[in-house]
């Protein structure tokens, strides 16, 4: 049997959820799943809407709490979701040095210290997706973490607007690339992030399968599924879906991570 696993999950540490630890764990206990790592919004910038919200001790307090309560039936690690850490990235090192994280995310939900809806307004759809993926590349190139979050969060956005939608795979390809390759170099892995199927104008996953192809391609392995759930009812989202992408794009491996190392879990 399959060891299920959801890397990307927000609590009411994170600014935009209101989903008690205690009630996710429960629920991912319910659902099969073995491993569960939490992923709280975290950012130094004071221009950014995730700042000021968390408080680690809290945040780390819920965590023990958690594992003591559910231990043996889900292993739980703690993790983080920061907001452009390649930006500020003396601030982040001084702020999260010496904090116990298995895991960090790094997303791009700011472009020039505006969030994304608000950026894309009267932009065109070539342009503004340039750019994002401009942004995303930045991100692999100087950050310090271990997964890139959701990595076109862009589209989620803009298909709602009617001039843009979602981009062209091939027009962006090469930016594309350029970012793989990147992150390969410094071993940095992508996820397979299922919100985008609760999403009707959308319904797909953050990235495509054609992007998730390239991926593995141009070599890359490190590999991370997460729901990105705001609330305990959809802890797991799509995970069949997910799994059924990675073998289907080549993967024979989904990543987990203690003290930010990577560990491997066979896709049976």
Same mark, same amino acid.
């Not at 452009?84 to 090192?93: G, K, R, S, V, W």
């Not at 009267?122 to 979050?149: C, G, M, T």
């Not at 589209?155 to 979602?166: F, P, S």
């Not at 090469?174 to 170099?185: C, D, V, Y």
């Given at each position: 049997?399959?060891?299920?696993?959801d890397?990307?999950?927000?609590t009411?540490?994170?600014?935009?959820?209101?989903?008690?630890?205690?009630?996710v764990?429960?629920?991912?206990?319910?659902?099969?799943?073995?491993?569960?790592?939490?992923?709280?919004h975290?950012?130094?910038?004071?221009?950014?809407?995730?700042?000021?919200?968390?408080?680690?001790?809290?945040?780390?307090?819920?965590?023990?709490?958690?594992?003591?309560?559910?231990g043996?039936?889900?292993?739980? +690690?703690?993790? !983080?979701?920061?907001?452009? &850490?390649?930006?500020?990235?003396?601030?982040y090192?001084?702020? $999260?040095? @010496?904090?116990?994280?298995?895991?960090?995310?790094?997303?791009?939900?700011?472009?020039?210290?505006?969030?994304?809806?608000?950026?894309?307004?009267?932009?065109?759809?070539?342009?503004?997706?340039?750019?994002?993926?401009?942004?995303?590349?930045?991100?692999?190139?100087?950050?310090?973490?271990d997964?890139?979050?959701h990595?076109?969060?862009?589209?989620?956005?803009a298909?709602?607007?009617?001039?843009l939608?979602?981009?062209d795979?091939h027009?962006?390809?090469?930016?594309?690339?350029?970012?793989?390759k990147?992150?390969?170099?410094r071993?940095i892995?992508?996820?397979?992030?299922?919100?985008?199927?609760? +999403?009707k104008? !959308?319904n797909?996953?953050? &990235?495509?399968?054609?992007?998730?192809?390239l991926?593995?391609? $141009?070599? @890359?392995e490190?590999?991370?599924?997460?729901?990105?759930?705001?609330?305990?009812?959809?802890?797991?989202?799509h995970?069949?879906?997910a799994?059924?992408?990675?073998?289907?794009?080549?993967f024979?491996?989904?990543?987990?991570?203690t003290?930010?190392?990577?560990?491997?879990?066979?896709?049976?």
């Amino acid at each position: 049997m399959m060891y299920l696993t959801d890397y990307h999950h927000h609590t009411d540490n994170s600014f935009d959820s209101q989903a008690s630890m205690k009630s996710v764990c429960e629920e991912a206990i319910k659902k099969g799943i073995n491993e569960i790592c939490f992923t709280e919004h975290f950012s130094v910038n004071p221009q950014a809407i995730t700042y000021g919200h968390m408080d680690f001790k809290r945040y780390f307090s819920q965590i023990e709490q958690c594992r003591h309560l559910f231990g043996q039936r889900l292993k739980i +690690k703690v993790g !983080l979701e920061l907001c452009e &850490p390649h930006l500020l990235q003396e601030t982040y090192h001084e702020q $999260l040095q @010496g904090l116990p994280l298995d895991f960090i995310l790094g997303s791009v939900h700011n472009i020039e210290n505006q969030d994304i809806r608000s950026y894309m307004v009267h932009k065109e759809p070539e342009s503004l997706y340039q750019r994002y993926f401009e942004e995303v590349y930045q991100l692999v190139r100087n950050a310090d973490i271990d997964v890139v979050a959701h990595l076109d969060l862009m589209k989620r956005y803009a298909v709602d607007v009617d001039y843009l939608g979602t981009y062209d795979f091939h027009v962006c390809k090469e930016g594309l690339i350029e970012i793989f390759k990147k992150a390969i170099e410094r071993n940095i892995g992508i996820e397979i992030n299922t919100s985008g199927f609760a +999403k009707k104008t !959308l319904n797909e996953p953050l &990235p495509s399968m054609k992007v998730l192809k390239l991926y593995k391609e $141009l070599g @890359g392995e490190v590999l991370t599924i997460g729901s990105d759930s705001h609330a305990a009812s959809t802890v797991g989202y799509h995970l069949d879906t997910a799994l059924d992408m990675a073998k289907e794009a080549g993967f024979k491996y989904i990543y987990t991570f203690t003290s930010r190392q990577p560990e491997t879990i066979k896709i049976v």
